[in-house]
């Protein structure tokens, strides 16, 4: 192989990486943008009341993670119940997990107090957007 075919194959190569590199981050940061989120741009809070399932689901004291309908409630007394959109305002991902009463966003980190929404850790700065709950007929309804 000469030199200059060489050099040729090199750049082809040089190129090729540098697009593969360029696709790999493009997908990155799709992972973490609200539109990969079903969010396009906005909270996911409900449109339409959605029932959750048994008020008694949420313990006294504790927090629930709804991922699929992306909500988080809690109950800090007998019958009184507060929910958030689970989508963190950072980067619109779901949380993931409560611990120890922080919702945790599994994207970059960032905690939020399940009881009252507000950010714990950052990236995100803003809290989590509330949304209505009640208890009706001992079921859940959020919206």
């Known amino acids: 192989m000469s030199a200059s075919q ?21 997908l990155t940061l799709a992972a973490c943008s609200t539109e990969a989120s079903g969010a396009a741009g906005s909270p996911a809070v409900p449109g339409e009341p959605v029932e959750l399932g048994a008020a008694t689901d949420v313990p006294v004291g504790g927090a629930k993670l709804y991922r699929e309908q992306k909500l988080v409630v809690s109950c800090s007394a007998e019958g009184q119940y507060k929910a958030f959109t689970a989508q963190c305002t950072h980067a619109g991902c ?3 997990k409560i611990v120890e009463g922080q919702g945790n ?7 939020f107090d399940v009881s009252t929404g507000k950010v714990l850790r950052g990236p995100a700065a803003d809290p989590l957007s509330p949304v209505p709950v009640k208890a009706e007929g001992g079921k859940l309804i959020a919206g």
């Open 6 to 26: 060489s050099a040729a194959r090199r750049t082809v190569l040089k190129g090729a990486a540098a697009l593969a590199g360029a696709a790999g981050a493009g």
């Open 94 to 96: 779901i949380l993931d």
């Open 105 to 111: 966003c599994p994207c970059h980190g960032s905690r």
